[in-house]
């Protein structure tokens, strides 16, 4: 049994989804492992991870605006020390949640057809994000 790890940085150009799949896949390829398990942690708290679907992209701007119902902006928050934006991007975090584990079957993620794995900035500005990858497998 094996283990690797590493730290993925992606820069959003802000609000949005940004796929990091190919990224992923090509850190994974570096590594001789046929089976295990690949687990992904987004290291902040107004950014989540999310499998989504990677062929049309109206799925990505319905869920994007469907998260803007649900936690839209305004002056009804006590938290806003960085912004309007600060607290509905706390709540979009949650909802979509930090952390994946990715089965790793033939030495690759065992996706489906039309799925990707997105880094979801849910703050309006663009900014630097990380990931944190830890590959268990042989």
Do not use: F, K
């Amino acid at each position: 049994m094996q283990q690797s790890t590493t730290l993925l940085t992606i820069d959003t150009p802000g609000r949005g989804l940004t796929e990091i799949t190919h990224a992923v896949a090509d850190w994974l390829g570096g590594h001789d492992v046929g089976e295990g398990l690949l687990t992904l942690l987004c290291r902040h708290t107004s950014a989540s991870l999310l499998i989504q679907e990677n062929a049309a992209r109206e799925v990505r701007r319905d869920l994007l605006d469907w998260l803007e119902r649900l936690a839209p902006e305004g002056d009804h928050y006590a938290h806003d020390d960085e912004g309007p934006d600060d607290m509905p991007a706390h709540l979009r975090a949650t909802l979509t949640g930090v952390n994946l584990s990715i089965p790793v079957i033939g030495g690759r993620m065992a996706l489906g057809t039309w799925q990707g794995i997105y880094l979801a900035e849910h703050r309006r500005m663009p900014h630097r994000r990380q990931v944190a990858i830890h590959l268990l497998g042989q």
